[in-house]
């Protein structure tokens, strides 16, 4: 692994959860392995859990940890190629990052999409310029699209909990007061998409993802007929694709309810959080024991240092 930005930079999907599931029975086995190396983590938007969850993965590796939260504490950069400098940025980001590259042995970087722009969010302009200029291995710590970080520990989450060989896995979009990315069901669509798992995905007319990331998936619009013996519930917001960035409803009817949770097969809620209760899930679905939305955030420090892990034994 030279990076660890979408799932394409994975060999072996089943391979890495089963070893990330190894270092969650002994996290510390791996101690000296990131002595005098220092992890980056950039952050151009808010977190709680990416950056808590890999800050602690890299304390479990040895590393030392630097954070930034380049939106707050940085200079504005300048991403345009050949850009005239006379307006509000203060560097470029080619230098910007070069020298985060000169302090750090591995950087990770949050970047959100704009939402404004399709094309521009999907080219991946911040990441793919860590990628270009900090000559070190780069992790996203979610992207303008996908979220793998987040993704894989849903993974390891469900081989945790899953009763069957193919569990039946439900992605349920439900309405939110605000337009947001479509980095997570991208993401949780690709990985899930490439492992042995039965998935539908379930939204309102208008808001079929980009068809790249769900072409293992089965759509379907009635949310009941979706639910039905369903194993996972995951639930999520997304802004659409096709009008981008927009929103296209905001149908309270498609919030995760007790009731609805009763045509599954007895399924674990899922959710990558924050999450806006009685909102996109009831209280009475979170907080039972069907919930699995804080062992999926518990998970997210094995996920981050499995990654962290092979980055370091292989750069
Ligand atoms: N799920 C997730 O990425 O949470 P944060 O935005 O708090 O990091």
Redesign the pocket.
């Known amino acids: 692994m030279k990076h660890f930005t979408s799932v394409q930079d994975v060999k072996n999907i089943s391979d890495l959860v089963l070893e990330a599931q190894n270092i969650k029975k002994n996290p510390f086995l791996h101690q000296n392995l990131g002595k005098n190396k220092t992890l980056g983590l950039i952050f151009f938007n ?6 808590l969850s890999t800050q602690k993965a890299a304390q479990n590796l040895g590393m030392s940890v630097m954070v930034m939260n380049v939106g707050q504490d940085g200079w504005q950069l300048e991403f345009e190629e050949g850009a005239v400098m006379n307006g509000a940025a203060a560097e470029h980001a080619k230098d910007a990052i070069a020298v985060m590259g000169q302090y750090c042995d591995i950087l990770g970087v949050r970047s959100f999409p704009e939402l404004k722009n399709r094309d521009l969010d999907y080219s991946e302009r911040v990441l793919n310029s860590f990628i270009k200029y900090a000559n070190v291995p780069i992790v996203s710590l ?1 992207s303008a699209t996908l ?1 793998p970080l ?1 993704s894989l520990a849903d993974l390891i989450t469900m081989e945790e909990l899953k009763k069957t060989a193919c569990p039946k896995v439900v992605l349920s979009w439900a309405a939110h007061p605000r337009a947001l990315p479509q980095a997570v069901p991208n993401s949780f669509a690709q990985w899930v998409g490439a492992g042995n798992y039965e998935l539908v995905i379930t939204h309102p007319k208008d808001y079929e993802l980009a068809k790249e990331f769900t072409k293992n998936a089965m759509i379907e619009h009635d949310q009941d007929k979706a639910l039905a013996g369903a194993d996972f519930v995951y639930a999520k917001n997304w802004s659409s694709y096709s009008d981008y960035g927009k929103i296209a409803s905001q149908d309270p009817s498609w919030q995760i309810t007790s009731e609805k949770m009763k045509l599954t097969n007895k399924a674990y809620f899922m959710h ?3 999450v806006r209760r009685n909102v996109i899930v009831s209280d009475s679905v979170i907080d039972s024991p069907q919930s699995a939305v804080i062992r999926q955030a518990g998970n997210r420090v094995f996920s981050a240092q499995v990654v962290l892990k092979n980055l370091l034994e292989n750069n």
């Open positions: 808010s977190s709680l859990r990416t950056r979610e979220h987040q990558c959080l924050p």
